[in-house]
């Protein structure tokens, strides 16, 4: 039970800090009569500054948010398997059930959103994309960067075919230093909650030498049957 405890709270702030990564903010918000910027699949726009956006040119929406809160949150679930075994469960549970209680408060807050049975099928929905994002991450930490470059270029880049290579493999070269990173953390600051994610610009020079990987993007290998398909976009509403 006492495990239980400390895991709740470390991990409200681990999400907390996956989730500053790419935090945003809808000014419109709470003004009535005031329409929200919307992309052409129907996502509200809101306003947010930092690598993910000006450097990657991502959109800040809810679903971009969410996706690089995921891919975060994703590094530390990794790092939860060296706890053990009899522990990392309830730490795994909790840090998604944290990301729940986020992404509700951002639906209500942020994109008006007043419907209980409106924010549970976009949870579901979340949550469906959270176990294709496991699958198609982990498949690219055994089969290679080219595998982790297709499922980030799917998960964070929404598939984007004009997307600027360049920007998935810096996205590929941070995830790797981060798990490295993570690696060499006690265990007992992790279960701590103290745990800062660096600056992804850093990855910038060590991926403009030419990668293989990125010669072909176009011949990268597919993830998982699991993972495809769960970045489509949550329409009207987000």
């Not at 990392?88 to 059930?97: F, I, K």
């Not at 799917?154 to 070269?173: H, I």
């Not at 993007?217 to 509403?237: N, R, V, W, Y």
Request: net charge negative.
């Amino acid at each position: 039970m006492t495990e239980t405890y400390v895991a709740f709270s470390a991990c409200e702030q681990l999400v907390r800090e996956c989730g500053q990564q790419a935090d945003y903010k809808v000014p419109q918000a709470g003004e009535k009569g005031v329409q929200i910027p919307e992309t052409k699949a129907g996502e509200h726009i809101g306003v947010g500054t930092g690598w993910w956006y000006d450097d990657l040119g991502l959109t800040p929406t809810f679903n971009t948010w969410t996706q690089i809160t995921y891919l975060h949150m994703y590094l530390l679930n990794v790092r939860f398997r060296m706890l053990p075994v009899t522990i990392a469960p309830t730490w795994q549970q909790h840090l998604l059930d944290h990301f729940f209680y986020s992404a509700e408060d951002r639906m209500t807050l942020m994109h008006n959103i007043a419907a209980q049975s409106i924010r549970n099928r976009y949870l579901k929905d979340l949550f469906v994309q959270w176990r294709g994002l496991l699958a198609g991450y982990d498949e690219g930490l055994v089969k290679g960067d080219a595998v982790l470059a297709t499922a980030i270029w799917r998960n964070v880049f929404k598939a984007d075919e004009n997307v600027d290579w360049r920007g998935v493999g810096e996205v590929v070269s941070y995830m790797r230093g981060v798990l490295k990173g993570l690696e060499g953390i006690p265990d007992e600051d992790i279960c701590k909650g103290n745990v800062e994610f660096g600056n992804p610009e850093t990855e910038r020079k060590g991926i403009l030498v030419r990668s293989r990987m990125m010669d072909a993007p176009g011949d990268l290998a597919g993830g998982t049957p699991e993972a495809e398909g769960q970045t489509k976009a949550m329409k009207s509403s987000l």
